[in-house]
C-alpha cells in the first residue's frame, strides 16, 4: 500500500482541474553541455513467471489476506465492474505518458477491464501532490493507495475514520493514490505501478518473493509477469469480493492450471515464511534517522536471523547488500566480501538476475579504482540489459556512465563518449534534475580515485 521513499538496492536515496507543468525546475545555469532529452522505454519485455502453479497459489492467497503488517483481512476484495481511472492535480507529461503505458499493459497482460476518463468520479483518482504533502501524513512513504477517498485533502480529513480502514473494506468501489510530481520521473512510474496495482489487487508484500513489485526490497521498480498472472487471476471469474481465505485457497489451483499452464509442469518448491524479526531488523537498517553503526549492527543481526532460519535466498543476501553498501567508503574490503557473499546465495537463487546486477554497479566502481574496467566490461555488459529489461533507467544510466570510464582505461575515447552521451538521456528520466545527473556524472567519474587503496 505504501512504496518507501528510498529504493534500497539503489545508488540514489487538488483541485477538479488537471494542470500539466513541466517537469521538475533544475537549478543548474545553462552552459554549452547541455544535457540530452530524457529517454523513456518503449517496449515492455516481462519475464514469465517461472516458478510452480503450488507456489503461486500460496503466494496469491499470502498476497491478499494480510496487510504489510502481517494483519490479517477477513476476505477477499477487488472491484467488480469495469474499472475507471482518473488523472488530477499537478500532472507532469511523463506522468500522463507512463500511466496510458501502464494500463495498456493491464488490458492486454492482466485482461482487466480499465480505462482512464478526464472528468467526473471514477474508480481510481491518481492525485499528483507535492512530497511534502505526502510525507506530513507518511515520512517515510514516496507515495501510497487509500480506500474511499478521491483526493488528499479528503483523506487527510478522515484517514482516522471507519471508511479509511482497509480491514473493514467488502468490496472496492473507490480508492485513492497520492503521488509526488516534484518527484523523478522514474520515481513517479513506479509509484503508479505499484500502486495501481495494489489498488487493483495485493495489500500485501512478501520479502520470499524474487520476481514480484510485491516486494517490500523495491527491487523491481515495474509490473512483472508474475505480478501479471496474480493480477489476472484476481479477475478471474472465480472470484469476487467477499469471499473468505478458505473459499480461495479452494478455487485459486484452477484459475492458475488455466491461466498459466506451464506452472502444472514446475515443480513446487519449500518455501518459508519471512520472520518478523527479521523485517524489523532489516527496517531498522534502512532507516536513515539511526547512526551508520546502529544500521550495521541491524543489518548483522538480519544476517543472523536468515542463517538461524536456513534461508539460502535472496533474503540471506540482502543483509549483506547493505552492510556492503555502509561499508564501502569507510571498509572497502568488508564491502567486497559482503558483496561476495550476497552474490554466493543470488546466483545460486532463481529469478535474482537484476539483484546481481544491482552489485554489479558496486562492483563496477571497485574494477574501475583497480585500473581493471577493461576486463570488467563482460559483467557491465550483461548488467546493462538486465537493467534494460527491467526498465530501471537510474540503475541503467549508472551501468553506462562506468561503463564509459571503463572503455576511457582500455582506450577507447570514441565509444566511451557515446556510451556516456546515452546514459545522460537515461539519467534524466531515472534521477530527474540535472542537479543529480551532474552529479552523478562527477560522483562516477571520481569513483576510482575515491576507492583507491582500499
Not at 488528499?152 to 480502514?165: G, L, T
Not at 532489516?282 to 543472523?304: C, E, F, H, K
Not at 540471506?316 to 550476497?342: C, H, I, S, V, W
Not at 546481481?356 to 579504482?369: F, N, P, S
Request: with cysteine; aromatic share 6%.
Amino acid at each position: 500500500m505504501i512504496r518507501l521513499g528510498a529504493m534500497v538496492f539503489g545508488l540514489a536515496l487538488a483541485g477538479c482541474t488537471t494542470v500539466t507543468p513541466p517537469e521538475p525546475p533544475t537549478r543548474v545555469k545553462p552552459t554549452e553541455d547541455i544535457l540530452p532529452p530524457a529517454k523513456s522505454f518503449a517496449t515492455a519485455r516481462p519475464t514469465p513467471p517461472t516458478r510452480s502453479n503450488v507456489n503461486i497459489a500460496q503466494d496469491f492467497v499470502s498476497l491478499h489476506f494480510a496487510l504489510e503488517s502481517g494483519t490479517a483481512l477477513p476476505v477477499f476484495t477487488r472491484f467488480e465492474e469495469p474499472v475507471t481511472v482518473r488523472l488530477t492535480g499537478q500532472v507532469t507529461p511523463s506522468m500522463q505518458r507512463d500511466l496510458r503505458r501502464l494500463l495498456t499493459r493491464l488490458q492486454r497482460e492482466a485482461r482487466i477491464d480499465i480505462r482512464q476518463i478526464q472528468d467526473g468520479p471514477a474508480n481510481i483518482t491518481i492525485e499528483a501532490v507535492s512530497q511534502e504533502q505526502i510525507q506530513s501524513i507518511l515520512p517515510q512513504a514516496a507515495c501510497f493507495v487509500v480506500p474511499n477517498s478521491s483526493d488528499f485533502e479528503e483523506y487527510r480529513r478522515d484517514r482516522r475514520k471507519q471508511k479509511s480502514s482497509w480491514l473493514r473494506l467488502r468490496n472496492r468501489e473507490r480508492l485513492g493514490i497520492f503521488i509526488p510530481f516534484d518527484a523523478s520521473p522514474q520515481e513517479k512510474r513506479d509509484c503508479l505501478h505499484e500502486e495501481l496495482a495494489q489498488a487493483l489487487g495485493p495489500l500485501n508484500d512478501l520479502y520470499h518473493l524474487p520476481d514480484s513489485i510485491f516486494n517490500d526490497d523495491n527491487i523491481h521498480t515495474v509490473l512483472t509477469g508474475f505480478d501479471m498472472l496474480v493480477l489476472r487471476a484476481a479477475y478471474a471469474p472465480e472470484l469476487r469480493s467477499g469471499m473468505t481465505r478458505e473459499e480461495v485457497e479452494a478455487v485459486i489451483p484452477d484459475v492458475l492450471k488455466r491461466l498459466n499452464p506451464r506452472g502444472e509442469n514446475v515443480p513446487a518448491q519449500p518455501t518459508t515464511q519471512t520472520t518478523r524479526d527479521w523485517i524489523r531488523a532489516i527496517q531498522s537498517s534502512l532507516n536513515p534517522n539511526r547512526s551508520v553503526d546502529a544500521r550495521l549492527r541491524s543489518a548483522s543481526r538480519a544476517a543472523r536471523i536468515g542463517a538461524e532460519q536456513g534461508w539460502t535466498d535472496h533474503r540471506r543476501a540482502y543483509p549483506y547488500f547493505l552492510m556492503g553498501r555502509m561499508e564501502q567508503f569507510d571498509n572497502p574490503q568488508k564491502a567486497l566480501r559482503d558483496y561476495d557473499t550476497a552474490l554466493q546465495y543470488l546466483r545460486a537463487t532463481p529469478n535474482t538476475e537484476i539483484h546481481q546486477a544491482y552489485i554489479t554497479t558496486q562492483l563496477g566502481t571497485y574494477a574501475l579504482a583497480q585500473g581493471s574496467g577493461p576486463q570488467f566490461l563482460p559483467e557491465l555488459d550483461k548488467a546493462i540489459d538486465v537493467m534494460t529489461r527491467a526498465e530501471n533507467a537510474s540503475q541503467l544510466a549508472t551501468l553506462l556512465l562506468l561503463k564509459s570510464e571503463a572503455l576511457n582505461q582500455a582506450g577507447r575515447a570514441t565509444e566511451a563518449r557515446s556510451v556516456r552521451l546515452d546514459s545522460l538521456g537515461w539519467a534524466r528520466y531515472g534521477f530527474g534534475s540535472e542537479t543529480v545527473v551532474r552529479s552523478l556524472m562527477q560522483d562516477v567519474a571520481e569513483a576510482p580515485a575515491n576507492n583507491r587503496g582500499g
